[in-house]
């Protein structure tokens, strides 16, 4: 059974970079059988999708120019950086594995951005 754990600090500065992990077990993410990816959920608001990678990295169009997402397949596991943080990229990050219509969620992690 796939499990998703996300990592990364809980208070990040504003322009600052926003580094989080996501630790696979349970299967390995070299499978191109799916997408990797990052969403996100800011207060209030509903599901957003940041970019997904399979290989290359797919992202979304608003947020392209700040994101990247990068994998290291000898410890199992993907990364997202966004750049430039302001508190409007406060939420609650998750990763996922994406096959389809159908996603394994890790459990989410809160990143504030804030002085």
């Known amino acids: 059974q796939v499990q998703l754990q996300e990592s990364g600090p809980d208070l990040v500065k504003p322009s600052q970079t926003l580094s989080l992990t996501c630790t696979v077990s349970g299967t390995s993410i070299t499978s191109n059988s799916y997408y990797w990816a990052w969403i996100r959920q800011s207060p209030g608001k509903g599901l957003e999708w940041m970019g997904a990678?399979?290989?290359?990295?797919y992202y979304s169009p608003s947020l392209k120019s700040r994101t990247a997402i990068s994998r290291d397949t000898s410890k199992n596991h993907f990364t997202l950086q966004l750049n430039s943080v302001t508190p409007e990229d406060t939420a609650v990050y998750y990763c996922?594995?994406?096959?389809?219509?159908?996603?394994?969620w890790g459990q989410g992690t809160q990143v504030t951005v804030s002085a």
């Open positions: 996922a594995r994406v096959q389809g219509s159908y996603f394994d």
């Open positions: 990678i399979l290989g290359s990295a």
